[in-house]
């Protein structure tokens, strides 16, 4: 899942964009308004993280801009000025909900899957194809009564799938929710990555839920079932006359 975080305290970006990263999300950083604008107008985000007190252009022009062009991206919005006021004028700019400073890491993970639960971008944990199992709370994925250990980037490459199951994810889906990257999708990161996946899904299984489709992308799926076979009918005993 890929997200917009804006803020112009340094610091702060850094270290919340570090602890979003090993949440499984791939995180995109602007440090002034016009940055900000630019980057959510260019790309398509799964929600954006605005500080009110931007330089340039603070958070709730570039929320109303964001509203004005049709894009209707979950916002949270971040504030030191704990108003009621100040609420309002975020909200009324179009944010979807707002955090105020200082707040826990934890709160911060929550408010964001609320807001794209709403959206309908993530499914209510567990999430189940086949006999694969993700916990998108705990981060904890189990197959057939197997745990099965990933990093942040695999557990993230593995929900993306999962949430769009059934169909082709391509490759340039995936540099950008995923690696946060547009341009490189010709790199063969995806690649290594699918074939750990398989590895640690598929392998000592009687059924593959993980398929790559040359040149196009990515499918997770679980089989459909076999219909049950009918038992012969027995032919009825001709009478003699």
């Known amino acids: 899942m890929r997200i917009l975080f804006a803020e112009d305290d340094r610091q702060l970006l850094t270290s919340l964009s570090r602890g979003l ?14 940055q900000a604008l630019a980057l959510a107008l260019a790309n398509d985000y799964d929600a954006i993280i605005l500080d009110v007190l931007l330089p340039g252009k603070n958070g ?40 105020t400073k200082p707040f826990d890491f934890g709160e911060l993970l929550a408010r964001l899957r609320a807001l794209t639960r709403r959206r309908g971008e993530v499914v209510t944990s567990p999430l189940v194809v086949g006999d694969l199992v993700i916990d ?6 189990r197959r057939n009564r197997r745990d099965i250990a990933l990093t942040a980037k695999e557990f993230a490459f593995l929900l993306h799938l999962a949430q769009h199951a059934g169909r082709v994810v391509s490759r340039a ?45 990515f499918r997770l ?21």
Not at 21 to 34: K, L, M, N, Q, W
Not at 197 to 206: A, H, Q, S, V, Y
């Open 173 to 217: 889906e995936l540099m950008a929710h995923v690696w946060e990257d547009t341009s490189n999708t010709f790199s063969n990161i995806i690649d290594v990555y699918a074939s750990r996946l398989r590895r640690k899904i598929d392998d000592g299984e009687k059924v593959a839920l993980l398929t790559t489709l040359r040149g196009s992308g």
């Open 21 to 34: 990263r090993e949440a499984s999300y791939a995180v995109d950083e602007a440090a002034t308004g016009p």
């Open 221 to 241: 799926e679980a089989p459909s079932p076999r219909p049950a076979s009918r038992p012969p009918r027995k032919r009825a005993a001709r009478r003699r006359e």
């Open 136 to 141: 998108t709370l705990r981060h904890a994925v």
């Open 60 to 99: 709730k022009v570039v929320c109303r801009a964001i509203r004005e062009r049709g894009n209707r991206v979950p916002i949270l919005m971040l504030t030191a000025l704990d108003g009621v006021e100040q609420r309002i004028a975020g909200l009324d700019a179009g944010a979807d909900d707002y955090l």
